[in-house]
């Protein structure tokens, strides 16, 4: 059993930088790929970023390349989403999420656990 409890999420300016965190609970975190999604109003829930156990892979959705960074700290039991240059576009609660899967997943049907969301909005 994996809780996680994201933080980090407000209220920023368009190309301003925000960086979320997700601290988990359980003994297994460090075994886990661990998944960032997004939802905005009135739309479905959509990829970000993941990242393996080891860290030795990432991958992210087109949408984000180059101005996300997803990172982990298994000592922490924490995993972290680094955004620069936000867009409104950006606006949407975040969810942090893990599975018991080794590879990289993009869809949310392979992840076990979610967070409860951080909201993040930009705007001017």
């Known amino acids: 059993q994996v809780q996680l409890v994201e933080s980090g999420g407000g209220l920023v300016q368009p190309g301003d930088s925000l960086r979320l965190s997700c601290v988990a609970s359980?003994?297994?975190?460090?075994?886990?790929?661990m998944g960032w999604f997004r939802q905005a109003p009135g739309k479905e829930r959509e990829f970000v970023a993941c990242?393996?156990?080891?860290?030795?892979?990432?991958y992210y959705a087109a949408s984000v390349k180059g101005r996300f960074t997803i990172s982990r700290d298994n000592a922490q039991k924490t995993v972290y989403l680094q955004m620069n240059g936000l867009k409104p576009e950006d606006t949407a609660v975040y969810f942090c999420?893990?599975?018991?899967?080794?590879?990289?997943?993009?869809?949310?049907?392979?992840?076990?656990?979610w967070g409860q969301g951080t909201q993040v909005t930009v705007s001017s």
């Open positions: 999420a893990a599975s018991p899967g080794q590879h990289l997943f993009v869809a949310s049907p392979a992840y076990d656990y």
């Open positions: 359980g003994r297994t975190f460090s075994s886990y790929t």
């Open positions: 990242i393996t156990w080891s860290s030795s892979a990432t």
